[in-house]
């Protein structure tokens, strides 16, 4: 599993639990292996990550004063924003994954109860999202494939 085809393990690994009737996460321990050693040793990764990275970990962390529930917390978010990449990614046409319900238990519950407000919007604009409400995301875009605005 070369560094060249990463990208391609990694959707083979998506169609392969969709197959299964699974459109989650990729749980290859394989796959996850080498994910986490280019994470930890990918100094240009670290570059590329460090705004929204670092401001989502801070975020995540700050004021806890137990570091293992809070970092699990953190775990369940960026696997919650994972799956909902993922489902854009395999699923773009279904219905379902046009809008977040920002009052639903999984935002408020796994999101929102370890993330800001702020830095969630900015996640899921990255993923084409935009602000309908004070209730909805709702996915958007524009003719050309890039973002739209969507005014309430």
């Known amino acids: 599993m070369g560094s060249s085809s990463l990208s391609e393990d ?3 690994c998506l169609e392969r639990e969709l197959r299964r009737g699974r459109a989650g996460v990729c749980g290859d321990p394989s796959l996850r292996a080498v994910l986490w050693q280019i994470l930890v040793e990918d100094f240009d990764l670290h570059g590329a990550l460090q705004d929204d ?3 989502l970990l801070t975020d995540g962390l700050w004021g806890r ?3 293992a529930p809070a970092l699990r917390g953190l775990a ?3 696997e919650l924003l994972e799956l909902a990449a993922v489902h854009l990614y395999l699923l773009p046409w279904r219905k379902e994954f046009t809008t977040i ?3 639903s238990g999984g935002y408020v519950h796994v999101l929102k109860g370890v993330l800001s407000d702020d830095l969630l919007l900015k996640s899921f604009q990255k993923m084409g999202y935009v602000r309908r409400d004070s ?3 709702m996915l958007c875009w ?3 494939g890039g973002l739209c605005s969507v005014h309430g």
């Open 10 to 12: 990694y959707r083979l």
């Open 142 to 144: 524009g003719p050309s």
């Open 135 to 137: 209730h909805r995301l």
């Open 76 to 78: 369940r978010a960026f």
């Open 101 to 103: 319900k920002t009052f």
């Open 53 to 55: 990275a670092l401001a």
């Open 65 to 67: 004063a137990d570091l």
